[in-house]
């Protein structure tokens, strides 16, 4: 009986003039967003490959200085553009994508200028998460408003449910008819992306991107459903298929538009963290004590003679500071992944939201990305600073104090920069994108069960005369 | 005849439950915008004040010109709390630097101290109006004629003498008047809301720009009325237009311009941040190479040796405490190379230049394509008005740029490069030789410097050297023997209103634009109705 529901429901569907209208926006959109795309990541791989010789041939020139000088020079290494970017682009533009660090310490991240004009609104990339988010919601809502009130006003409803047919099986089929529609036409589109990706873009696609692709519909097909739903729930809730439309397009625009859009508002009120400044202050602070507390002479310079007594003082004391510094922003970098994560957290209630962190999650990319990329410099960190601990060992003419500033008391010998360990970005593991996404996969999943049996317990009790 | 279907039709869509929907809508997010825009124009007040604060202190408590570095912190916009346009984006803050015009403008933005949080996008009074507005009033309109053609009123009203322009302008003015209602209400939600606030408070001026705002409201929320009675007109069934109006209006309201943005931003390519800063960095190091040569040629050794000195980035330098000639030396040195390093300021302003119009170029490109939709033509009229578009930025910018053009010619009135107020508050007259400096400072110990170093020769401990000298305290040793400088007559930078409707021209031009779109919509509306079976 339940084929026969979905049959009937997924030929309307089909037929229907919003499905016409749907499918042909939604391809010339995706269409619009992959050109949008190849182009510009193109321009931002030149831009990237341009910054990343600079970066690596300031490296090889300070190895051939000395080793010591490679070691406390900061770098910055800079995230590659993400070349499965079409797919979700997880406001990546707008997030810190460089990370400053040296052989002593990973010191901060920073947005690289460039990565978005600041003259221009921030916007949304025409990814295939933005269609979904938006266009997508918007038709499962359409596909839904009018499933039980119009087929009220329209007399069919009655004629349905007298056949034998239970009011859980029908409202099912709708379910799931609308669901499939949504995904027929996400797919068509995500087909006409992908072949122009293929023809035009810069790089080839990757074998984790079938994966990938596989994962989106689901979780595209997880956020038709939950607004499926929502458009059930409204069609149920309404007398007329007109009031039910406006309850639906009431459900979208706070889903939708407003809640994504009041994230900031969250953070700063319900997780508010210390200012830039105070943190400034603390650490001017911590400075202070510790010059007052040195050892006279810890501040005198003279780099001639490695084995110069202040040159131990000055390393002890830089240490010391590195240290101290390091305790300080580190504790505020949590604050401040703490902030957003729990903004996040609270945004969820809008499937839209969770739709947007599910995505970040099947591309591998955005804030995900970005703290494996920080936790795993930490790991790095440690090696280049045992290799570079290692050379300064081995040279017979270091005094081996160790100093994360300057290049005057440990090996001043260059070292062959093929031998330094590099960083390199690890690609992102199944574990480490389901892992944090888990708890946002099953909100999902519990909204879309809520919704969804409410409008179930209200169908039962529903006139259908 | 008109009166008795603008009543029927008012009193109709009054009472409907789309009314009350989209009453309640209002009721929820226009306060609701308004709220966090005002929170959010809080804490920039708060932080323009310690910014302002820091700025100002700063400014005041310098001994020496060279130190003298003015910021300009622009205050945050009132009207923000209504449109907040590229606000949140470029920053208020402005150092004047002799060797750099200003670039771009730093200080916090949307995210505050958290940069992750720019990856959370924000929502203001004008973004609901463009997406309230336009969904109302199609949701008005979309089936003015076919509800009540498939309800059997329609035939039933043109039997009556009745001419068809009437019953359109009837029809028209029913939907305009019920709207109007929600349109004022929002715009008194959002005032009342302002007026009781207490972190914020409108001048005249800016409660004349929100009623400019407001008539551009009415414009615009009659192109969608429009744009929906011409749907309607064109449809056989209200199920049809319903979905042709709710597809134009995501296609308008939200795809045009994110569409436009993206295709501004792939064909208007940015030129690389990176590559600028390259470029400055090598004119850096030629006006290095240009300074170090005029010292050359004026004999002037390149290394310095001074009893208290601090110095820093763009020429900063205050020393005390030195022989008459090092103190010669250093003001022989600024005198040559501060005007070298104002004339590279203007070399690199080319290549700067050319930087910053790459990115506004690129963002007029995505404002002038996203004017396809009323939304986008609305947006940006809105933004002018509450003076936070990229014009006023740009203006503010450039007003910048000629305050240190005035700076500098102030500086260059008192010749104080060439002058020791330059590097030093101390008076040339109270100036010692090297000899008498050694003298006093040991206590009459050694008689001259050669004398001195004989002794610091045979010293083996650093430390006991420099206390030698430190035995006396000679006046003008150190910055506390000296007061402030008086810059009273040193131009501020003033934040100038400008005039009522200053900005506003493309405004007009493109209300203007929407005005004529509207009118044109409405005739083919008349004529397709004229056309129509009512039937």
């Known amino acids: 009986m339940f084929r026969t529901v979905l049959r009937r429901e997924l030929l309307h569907n089909l037929y229907s003039l919003r499905f016409l209208i749907s499918l042909a926006l939604v391809i010339a959109v995706f269409a619009a967003g992959a050109v949008s795309f190849v182009r510009s990541h193109a321009a931002n791989l030149e831009k990237y490959r341009e910054t990343r010789g600079q970066y690596l041939e300031n490296m090889r020139a300070l190895a051939g200085q000395s080793a010591t000088e490679l070691a406390v020079q900061r770098q910055t290494y800079i995230l590659r553009p993400r070349s499965n970017g079409f797919m979700a682009e997880a406001k990546e533009k707008y997030l810190p994508n460089g990370i400053v660090y040296s052989a002593w310490n990973v010191f901060s991240f920073q947005n690289r200028s460039g990565s978005a004009n600041p003259f221009l609104k921030r916007f949304d990339e025409l990814s295939w998460t933005f269609v979904a988010a938006l266009i997508m919601s918007f038709i499962a809502l359409l596909f839904t408003f009018d499933a039980v009130s119009g087929e009220k006003e329209s007399k069919t409803l009655a004629l349905s449910l007298a056949n034998p047919v239970s009011r859980g099986v029908l409202l099912g089929g709708k379910l799931a008819s609308a669901v499939l529609s949504v995904t027929a036409i996400v797919l068509a589109g995500v087909l006409t992306s992908l072949l122009i ?21 689901a979780v595209t097909g997880l956020l038709a459903g939950t607004f499926a739903a929502f458009g059930l729930l409204a069609s149920v809730v309404a007398r007329g298929s007109n009031i039910s439309l406006l309850l639906a397009l009431s459900f979208w625009l706070v889903f939708a538009v407003v809640i994504p859009n009041s994230s900031t508002f969250v953070a700063k009120g319900l997780y508010p963290i210390d200012s830039t400044e105070t943190v400034q202050k603390n650490v001017t602070a911590v400075f202070a004590d510790l010059s007052k507390n040195a050892p006279p002479g810890s501040w005198m310079m003279n780099s001639g003679n490695p084995f110069l007594p202040q040159h131990e003082l000055r390393a002890n004391l830089q240490m010391k500071r590195l240290r101290a510094e390091k305790g300080i922003r580190d504790a505020y970098y949590q604050t401040m992944f703490r902030q957003f994560e729990r903004t996040r957290l609270v945004t969820a209630v809008s499937p839209v939201s969770l739709f947007e962190y599910l995505t970040e999650a099947v591309a591998g990319g955005g804030y995900l990305r970005f703290r494996k990329a920080w936790e795993d410099m930490h790991v790095y960190q440690e090696q280049f600073l045992s290799f570079f601990k290692a050379l300064d060992a081995a040279d017979k003419d270091s005094p081996h104090w160790f100093n994360p500033n300057e290049n005057v ?32 996969l099953l909100i999902n999943i519990f909204v879309l069960s809520a919704v969804y049996f409410l409008a179930f317990i209200l169908f039962v009790r529903y006139d259908v005369r | 005849m008109i009166a008795t279907i603008v009543r029927k039709d008012f009193l109709t869509n009054l009472l409907s439950a789309r009314f009350v929907i989209g009453f309640v809508l209002c009721l929820v997010l226009i306060p609701f915008s308004i709220l966090i825009n005002i929170s959010n124009y809080r804490d920039r007040t708060t932080q323009y004040r310690l910014d302002r604060d820091a700025a100002e202190k700063a400014t005041a408590e310098v001994r020496v010109y060279s130190v003298l570095r003015p910021e300009i912190v622009l205050p945050p916009e009132p009207l923000s709390v209504f449109g907040k346009g590229v606000t949140d984006q470029v920053g208020n803050r402005v150092r004047i630097w002799l060797g750099d015009k200003p670039l771009l403008a730093a200080g916090k933005t949307a995210a505050g101290d958290n940069p992750f949080l720019a990856s959370f996008f924000s929502i203001d009074f004008v973004d609901i109006a463009a997406i309230i507005f336009s969904l109302l009033a199609l949701i008005f309109s979309y089936d003015a004629f076919t509800r009540e053609k498939e309800d059997g009123t329609l035939k039933l009203q043109m039997s009556n003498a009745l001419s068809r322009s009437t019953a359109l302008a009837g029809k028209l003015l029913g939907i305009l008047l019920t709207l109007l209602p929600v349109l004022v209400f929002s715009f008194l939600l959002g005032g009342l809301l302002v007026l009781f606030s207490r972190d914020i408070s409108f001048s005249a001026g800016e409660w004349g720009r929100i009623a400019l705002l407001f008539a551009a409201s009415l414009v615009y929320l009659a192109v969608f009325v429009f744009i929906g009675l011409l749907v ?10 319903l979905v042709v109006c709710l597809f134009l209006w995501v296609f308008l309201v939200f795809l045009v311009p994110a569409v436009s943005a993206n295709i501004a931003e792939s064909f208007f390519g940015v030129a690389s941040r990176d590559n600028l800063d390259r470029v400055l960095r090598d004119i850096d190091k030629e006006r290095a190479a240009a300074i170090s040569a005029a010292f050359k040629a004026q004999g002037i050794p390149e290394g310095w040796n001074c009893w208290r000195c601090s110095s820093g980035e763009d020429g900063f330098m205050e ?17 040559l190379s501060e005007p070298i390093r104002i004339d590279y300021a203007d070399r690199k302003w080319a290549p700067e230049k050319a930087y910053l119009d790459s990115l506004s170029r690129q963002a007029r490109a995505a404002e002038r394509l996203s004017f396809l939709s009323p939304t986008g033509i609305f947006r940006a009229v809105a933004a002018a008005v509450c003076r936070t578009d990229l014009a006023s930025h740009e203006r503010h910018m450039d007003r910048t740029r000629q305050y240190r053009e005035a700076f500098i010619a102030w500086l260059r009135g008192k010749d104080i490069f060439a002058s020791y107020r330059w590097i030093t508050p101390a008076e040339p007259a109270t100036f010692k030789t090297e000899d008498e400096l050694v003298g006093m400072r040991t206590g009459g110990e050694f008689k001259t410097v050669r004398e001195y170093e004989d002794w610091a020769s045979r010293q083996k401990d650093a430390r006991a050297r420099w206390v030698k000298l430190s035995q006396v305290k000679v006046p003008g040793d150190s910055p506390d023997d000296f007061p402030y400088l008086d810059i009273s007559d040193m131009p501020r930078f003033e934040v100038r209103e400008g005039a009522f409707l200053s900005g506003l021209e493309p405004s007009a031009f493109w209300v203007g634009i929407m005005l004529i779109a509207a009118v044109l919509l409405f005739y083919v509306g008349y004529v397709a109705f004229i056309r129509y079976d009512v039937r």
């Open chain 1, 197 to 217: 990706i293929v023809v035009l873009g810069p790089e080839g696609v990757s074998a984790a991107l079938a994966g990938e692709v596989l994962g989106y519909l």
């Open chain 1, 409 to 440: 008391s440990t090996t001043r010998k260059p070292v062959a920069f093929e031998k330094v360990p590099q960083f390199e970005e690890r690609p992102m593991t199944f574990a480490v994108r389901v892992g944090p996404t888990l708890k946002y």
């Open chain 2, 232 to 241: 309607s007109t064109r449809s056989r069934s209200s199920v049809t237009s």
């Open chain 2, 319 to 335: 020393t005390y405490g030195n022989p008459r000639d090092e103190f010669e030396k250093f003001r022989r040195r600024a005198s």
